[in-house]
């Protein structure tokens, strides 16, 4: 494999199976490191979890009292604006 180009590209196809046999096995994601993840991703950040929260219950009681102010996507095709 010391043909290969400067970059790193392998030449051959031989060449670009050598490299990928030699890669490391990594793990797959699992349940509890994702949970781990968002918990340091919110615990991380409580102010923007507070203000998207506060954000989404606040127009969940609009859209349930048909007060809310966003454009659907149906009342842009309805009215013809793309």
């Given amino acids: 494999m010391t043909s290969a180009r400067p970059g790193g ?4 196809e031989d060449e670009a199976l050598g490299l990928v ?3 490391e ?3 797959v994601p ?3 490191i994702l ?3 968002l ?10 979890l507070i203000r998207e929260s506060r954000w989404l219950t606040g ?5 349930a009292l048909g007060r809310s102010h966003r454009v659907h ?6 009215s013809g604006c793309r």
Avoid: D
Avoid at 41 to 46: C, I, K, N, R, Y
């Fill in 73 to 78: 996507l149906t009342q842009v095709v309805r």
């Fill in 25 to 27: 096995a990594i793990g």
């Fill in 39 to 48: 918990a340091s991703t919110t615990l991380g950040q409580p102010r923007s």
């Fill in 35 to 37: 949970l781990r993840s």
């Fill in 21 to 23: 046999e030699a890669g």
């Fill in 9 to 12: 590209v392998p030449n051959t």
């Fill in 59 to 63: 127009e969940t009681v609009r859209v």
């Fill in 30 to 32: 699992t349940a509890a």
